[in-house]
C-alpha cells in the first residue's frame, strides 16, 4: 500500500475512534419504557417470597414480618454482609504482589548502532544489530512492600471495625422497627375493635342529623332548642371523624411495617390484652445497662478505633519502605545469549520532606481522640436521659390508663342509665345518643392510653439497648422468628426491666 493512502486510512480509522467517544460523553436520559420497567422491578423486589397470611396476626407475628420484610432492615444487613466482603478484599492486600506478563514487541526497521573511541573519536564497529525486528516477552514477578503490608494492615483493621459498626447499626434499626411496631400494633388493633361501633354510630348520628333538620323545618319543636340539638350531633360527628381518621392511620402504618402488599386484608388476632409491668425503679441499673448495650455508643466506639487507624496509616506514609523483588524474564530474541533470566532487587526509599508532617499528626491524633471521646460522653449524656424520661412516661402512662379505666366505667354506666330512660322524644334519643358518643370516646381514650402505655414500654426497652433477637435462629419462618422473638423479649424483660417475676409468669409481655 503507498504511504500516502496508508496514512489517509490511518487517519479516518482514529477520527472514527474520536467521535464515538465523544457521543459516549452526550447525557443519556431514562426513556419512558425503562422507568417503567424499573417500577415494576422494584415494586416486585418490595414484596417479593413473602409468607402469605392465613390468619389472624399475633404482635410477636407482626414484629417478625416486619423485621423479616421491612427494607430498611433488610439493608442494613446487606450493609453488614457488604462490609465483611470488603474486609476480605481488604486483607488480601497484604500478601506480596504475584504478576504475570506477556507481550509481543515488533519494529518495522532494525534497532542498533555503532562505536566511536572515547578518546579519538574514530568510529570503530560497522552498524549492527543484536536485537530481532519482532520478539515475543513473558515475565513472572513476585514483589513485597513494607509500606503497602503496613497500610494494607491497618485497612483490615478498619475495615474489620466497620463490619461491627454495621452490626450495630443493624440491631439499631431492629430495635426501632421493634418499637414501631409495638406503637402501631395495638393503635391498629383498637382500630379494629372500635371501627365498626365508631362507623355504626356515625350513621345513627347523621340519621338524627336528618330528623332534627325536618324537625325544625316543619316547626315540630323550639327552634333555639333543635339548633342546640343540632350543634350537638354535629360535634360529635366531629369528634368521632377524627377519631376515626387516627384509627384508619394506625392500620395503614401497621402495614407498611409489615410491608404488606397494597390491597392485603389485615386482620389482627384479638387477644386478651397482656397486663402492663412494673417496672424496676433502679435508675442506676438501668443507666449502667443503656451504656453497656446501645448501638450508638458501641458504634462510635468502634468509630474512634477507626480513626485511629486513619492516623496510624498516615504516620506509616513518613517513614523508610523496604521492597522486594525477585522475577523471571523470557525475551525470545535469537540474538541474546540467555533468554531466560531471574532477577532479584532490594531497594529502600523515603521521603525526608514527609517527616515535617509528623507534629501535626501528632497533633491531629490527640485532637481526633478528645473529639471522639467528647461525641461519646455526650451521646452517653442523652441516653442516660432518655433512660430517665422513659422511665418516668411509663409510669405516668400507667396511672393514664387506670384513669382512663375509670372514665369508661363511668360513661358505660351514663349510657347504661340513659338507655333505660329512652322515651320517643327527641331529647331522650339525642342523650342516647351524645352517651353513645361519650362511651366510644372514652373507649377510644382507654384503648390510645394503653397503646402509649405499651409504646411507651417500648421506648424504656429501646432506651436501654436490650436485643430483640437471640444471636442464632435455626429457621427464619415467620412462625419461628416470632416464637424467638417472644422468647427473648420474655427473658430480657424478666431478667433486665421488670421489679419481679411474680405476677407476670402468665403474662405476655410485648
Given amino acids: 500500500m503507498p504511504r500516502l493512502p496508508q496514512t489517509l486510512f490511518s487517519t479516518a480509522i482514529a477520527s472514527t475512534f474520536l467521535l464515538a467517544a465523544c457521543s459516549a460523553t452526550k447525557p443519556h436520559e431514562y426513556s419512558e419504557d425503562e422507568t417503567r420497567q424499573r417500577i415494576i422491578r422494584d415494586q416486585a423486589q418490595m414484596y417479593a417470597n413473602q409468607e402469605p397470611v392465613t390468619k389472624p396476626i399475633t404482635f410477636y407475628e407482626a414484629a417478625a414480618r416486619a423485621l423479616k420484610y421491612n427494607l430498611d432492615y433488610r439493608l442494613k444487613l446487606m450493609e453488614s454482609a457488604l462490609a465483611s466482603d470488603l474486609r476480605d478484599v481488604s486483607s488480601h492486600e497484604m500478601l506480596p504482589r504475584l504478576v504475570a506478563s506477556a507481550g509481543y514487541a515488533g519494529r518495522n526497521n532494525d534497532s542498533g548502532g555503532t562505536s566511536i573511541g572515547i578518546e579519538d573519536r574514530q568510529e570503530s564497529l560497522r552498524a549492527s544489530t543484536s536485537e530481532e525486528r519482532y520478539r515475543e516477552l513473558y515475565g513472572l514477578g513476585l514483589s513485597w512492600s513494607l509500606l503497602d503490608f503496613g497500610v494494607a494492615y491497618y485497612r483490615t483493621q478498619q475495615k474489620s471495625d466497620q463490619i461491627l459498626m454495621a452490626e450495630e447499626r443493624r440491631r439499631k434499626v431492629a430495635q426501632n422497627v421493634l418499637q414501631d411496631v409495638r406503637n402501631a400494633y395495638w393503635r391498629a388493633l383498637s382500630a379494629q375493635r372500635l371501627m365498626p361501633q365508631v362507623d355504626h354510630l356515625l350513621v345513627r348520628t347523621h340519621q338524627a342529623l336528618l330528623s332534627a333538620r325536618q324537625a325544625e323545618s316543619k316547626g315540630l319543636l323550639p327552634r333555639q332548642e333543635i339548633l342546640a340539638y343540632q350543634r350537638a350531633l354535629l360535634d360529635s360527628i366531629y369528634l368521632l371523624t377524627v377519631r376515626r381518621q387516627d384509627l384508619e392511620f394506625a392500620r ?139 422511665t418516668l412516661r411509663y409510669q405516668l402512662a400507667r396511672q393514664e390508663v387506670e384513669f382512663a379505666d375509670q372514665s369508661l366505667q363511668v360513661d358505660q354506666s351514663l349510657l347504661s342509665y340513659a338507655q333505660a330512660a329512652r322515651t320517643t322524644s327527641y331529647g331522650s334519643e339525642l342523650e342516647v345518643i351524645r352517651a353513645e358518643g361519650r362511651y366510644l370516646l372514652s373507649r377510644y381514650q382507654r384503648e390510645a392510653a394503653y397503646s402509649s402505655a405499651q409504646a411507651a414500654w417500648g421506648r424504656l426497652y429501646n432506651s436501654v439497648g436490650l436485643d430483640t433477637l437471640p444471636q442464632q435462629i435455626e429457621q427464619h419462618d415467620i412462625q419461628t422468628l416470632a416464637r424467638e422473638i417472644q422468647r427473648t423479649l420474655d427473658e430480657q424483660e424478666h431478667a433486665n426491666l421488670l421489679v419481679s417475676t411474680q405476677g407476670t409468669q402468665n403474662a405476655i409481655q410485648p
Avoid at 386484608?265 to 425503679?281: H, K, M, Y
Avoid at 451504656?291 to 477507626?306: A, D, F, G, Q, S
Wanted: aromatic content about 6%.
Fill in 252 to 390: 395503614a402504618e401497621l402495614s407498611a411495617l409489615m410491608s404488606l402488599p397494597p390491597g392485603s386484608r389485615l386482620v389482627l388476632a384479638d387477644e386478651v390484652e397482656p397486663t402492663l409491668p412494673q417496672v424496676s425503679q433502679d435508675i442506676d441499673k438501668l443507666e449502667l445497662m443503656s451504656l453497656k448495650n446501645r448501638p450508638e455508643i458501641m458504634e462510635e466506639w468502634y468509630r474512634k478505633r477507626v480513626n485511629e487507624n486513619d492516623l496510624k496509616i498516615a504516620k506509616a506514609q513518613l517513614w523508610p519502605n523496604v521492597s522486594l523483588d525477585y522475577g523471571y524474564k523470557y525475551d525470545s530474541n535469537k540474538f541474546l545469549y540467555n533468554s531466560g533470566w531471574s532477577e532479584t532487587g532490594l531497594q529502600v526509599s523515603m521521603n525526608l520532606l514527609r517527616l515535617l508532617q509528623l507534629p501535626s499528626l501528632n497533633s491531629a491524633a490527640e485532637s481526633q481522640t478528645k473529639t471522639d471521646d467528647m461525641r461519646r460522653v455526650a451521646l452517653s449524656m442523652a441516653i442516660l436521659t432518655q433512660v430517665r424520661v422513659g
